[in-house]
Structure formats: structure tokens, C-alpha cells
């Protein structure tokens, strides 16, 4: 019997890219696939798109308000209890088989909790053309010799930064090989129900005091302190329309770096040991005196965003305690994931406790 799959996308006028979405969801080859769809009250023609697809949807629903990306998508996924939940943002457009070869990935590891397709970079208004038509995903959008990559998984570096690998780079072949990453990018990453259950946090799988924003990276550092692997399957492809770079952070909305500026120090009270902090306190401290430095003399609208952290502070430091005594990783081999390259570990590596192993190394 085939697994189940819910596919669950939120929306925040999402108009321009959420058709050519959908067209590429009715197209994919797995057969036991569900779409659930939350808007975070949108003002474009989000709305009208929905109901356009109103036979194709299993459940749309429409908020009178924007609840963020994490809570919404925590309905979603609590709304079904399907084998599978690829989340999945809107302005991503997959190749047929995406789903087929991701679930057949997952069915022949049991100790991987998630897996990561390649995403490439896609300018969806270059894909129009002349017609103005939406574009689609076909062998020649765009040219195969010209495809810049936008993901294969994420990373981290020592100094706490987590990175998409390849992400900007001309694919030339050199993601290639079937590995196990740090995590997937939120903008698809296909989940194992069981796993999401044992990193769930009361009713929450994505951090709710995020809003926004590295949930994807804080999702994936709890899941490999419990064991779970996270598997990169490069037939698995597909198009995303980057929109939050570091490059561009300064054309991102102040809401957006806001919620970046304060996740980056909740995901780390929540998931980092006091050996990592230790061994790395230099790179980190010299990061994080820079990037205060910078919020207070040229993006003080981020400044919001400390009382917000304080007010999360109490919950985070409960939840970092609840980890702390379920790890099954040691802080040694987490500590090996922090690299200032894409770090990746071979399928057949033994580099990650099995999830039934006893909890090591909790000390921090």
C-alpha cells in the first residue's frame, strides 16, 4: 500500500507564484497525495487562485489574519495523520516525480526522518516569455547547462550561520550523489510522520515563537540531536524562487529581518551544547557582536525583535531542557556537522547514532 502524503503549503500573497505551484502538484506521478493549503490572509489573488483549485485541494482554509508560517503549517500537519508531510512553499514548482522518488527514498531508510530534493534558482518572470503564460517545469526551463542551484540540503558553520549548500553556484555536477545532510530547506522538505511526532513540542512541530524564518534549521538541529538522519536525493528536482538571501537584505521587508535577527539567537538557546558553544565561542561571538552591531547602526527596525525573544525565553529554555534529556547524539558528533563547507556525510557512514541507541554525551 502506498504511503500516505499530505502536502501542506501555506500561503501570504503568494498569487504570483501559487498557480504554477498547484499545476505542478496536479502533475506529480505519486499517487496517494493530499494538498492542504492555509492563507495567512492575503490581500492579492491568492484567493481567487484557491477557488480556482477548489476541486484539487483537500482543505483550504483562510485566516482573517497572518498566524506565521509555523503555526500555520503546525494545523496543517496536526490536521492528518499521513505517513508523509512534504512542506512545501508556494513559490516552488517540482518535477512530476519529486514526490515518487522522495517517498521510495525515506521507504528504504528507516533511521531518515526527512529528505531534500535539488532545487534550483528559478526567475519566474523570465519563465513567462512573450505569452505572459505561467511558467512550468519541463527539461529546457531554464537551459539544463545554465541551472544555478538554490538547494541541496543545509548547513552550518562554525560561527552558527546555517546555509544552503551549493546555493548560488552554476550546477555543474558536483551535487550529484545520494548523502545525509544537516537538514532540508523548508522550501520542500519531505517529512517522516513518526519523526515529527518525536520532535513535537506539545501541539507545535515548527516553533511557534519563530513565526518565521530558520524554523526549517531549528527543526533540523532537534531532529539530529534525536537520531534522525536527514537524506539528500538529487533526483528529486525542482525550481524555487529565492526571495530571502543575505545578499538582498536589505530589499527583504523589516518584518522578515526582524524575525531572522531573533531566531538566529532562539534557535541557538534551544539546540546548542555547552561544549559546541565552547569549542566554536570565538567564530560565533565575533558573528553575533557583528550582527548587532549592524541591526543597531543600519536596521534598528530589528530592534523589535528583542523584546519578542525575551518574551520567549521562559518556553525556549523549558524546551532546551526536554532536548537535553532525549539526545541520542552525542555533542561530539554534532559538533562534526559545523563546517565552513557544505558538510555531508556518505549513505553508507555510520556517523549518526541509530534513534533506538541509548542518549549520550548530554552534558550542556
Known amino acids: 500500500m502506498s504511503k500516505r502524503v499530505l502536502v501542506s503549503i501555506v500561503t501570504y500573497n503568494s498569487g504570483k507564484y501559487l498557480r504554477s505551484c ?42 482573517n489574519k497572518n498566524i506565521g508560517f509555523c503555526a500555520a503549517h503546525n494545523r496543517l500537519i496536526d490536521s492528518t495523520d499521513a505517513d508523509y508531510v512534504l512542506v512545501l512553499n508556494p513559490d516552488v514548482v517540482l518535477e512530476r516525480r ?8 525515506l521507504d528504504g531508510d528507516e533511521t531518515a526522518g526527512s529528505a531534500t530534493g ?17 511558467p ?64 513535537r513540542a506539545g501541539t507545535e512541530y515548527f516553533d511557534e515563537a519563530f513565526f518565521a524564518y530558520r524554523e526549517d534549521a531549528d527543526l533540523a538541529w532537534r531532529a539530529q540531536w534525536l537520531g534522525w538522519r536527514c537524506l539528500y536525493v538529487p533526483e528529486a528536482q525542482g525550481f524555487h524562487v529565492r526571495q530571502v538571501l543575505p545578499e538582498r537584505r536589505k530589499l527583504v521587508s523589516r ?24 569549542r566554536f565561542f570565538l567564530p560565533i561571538t565575533v558573528r553575533d557582536l557583528a550582527a548587532i552591531a549592524y541591526v543597531l547602526l543600519r536596521e534598528r527596525s530589528s530592534l523589535a525583535g528583542i523584546p519578542l525573544f525575551l518574551r ?53
Open 22 to 63: 498547484l499545476r505542478s502538484l496536479q502533475k506529480q506521478t505519486y499517487p496517494a497525495l493530499t494538498v492542504r493549503l492555509w492563507d495567512n490572509a492575503s490581500s492579492d489573488e491568492c484567493v481567487e487562485i484557491i477557488s480556482q483549485y477548489a476541486d484539487f485541494l483537500d482543505v483550504a482554509h483562510f485566516s
Open 255 to 278: 518584518e522578515v529581518n526582524m524575525h531572522s535577527f531573533k531566531n538566529r539567537f532562539l534557535m541557538r538557546v534551544k539546540n546548542m551544547d555547552v561544549r559546541t558553544y565552547a
Open 136 to 199: 512550468e517545469f519541463n527539461e529546457t526551463t531554464p537551459d539544463p547547462a545554465a541551472r544555478i542551484l538554490d538547494t541541496t540540503g543545509i548547513y552550518f558553520t562554525p560561527n552558527q550561520r546555517h546555509l544552503d549548500r551549493g546555493s548560488g553556484q552554476l550546477d555543474k555536477g558536483q551535487y550529484e550523489r545520494r548523502e545525509y545532510v544537516f537538514g532540508a530547506s523548508g522550501a520542500a522538505a519531505l517529512y517522516r510522520r513518526s519523526m515529527l511526532e518525536d520532535v
Open 118 to 134: 535539488k532545487l534550483w534558482r528559478w526567475n519566474l518572470d523570465e519563465g513567462r516569455g512573450k505569452t505572459g503564460a505561467d
Open 98 to 105: 519529486h514526490l515518487e522518488i522522495l517517498v521510495a527514498a
Open 312 to 364: 520567549a525565553l521562559p518556553r525556549t529554555w523549558e524546551l532546551r531542557a526536554a532536548l537535553r534529556n532525549h539526545r541520542r547524539t552525542s555533542s561530539r558528533e554534532m559538533r562534526r556537522w559545523f563546517s565552513s563547507s557544505p558538510a555531508a556525510r556518505p549513505v553508507s557512514s555510520g556517523f549518526i547514532g541509530t534513534r533506538t541507541g541509548p542518549a549520550t554525551d548530554r552534558a550542556g
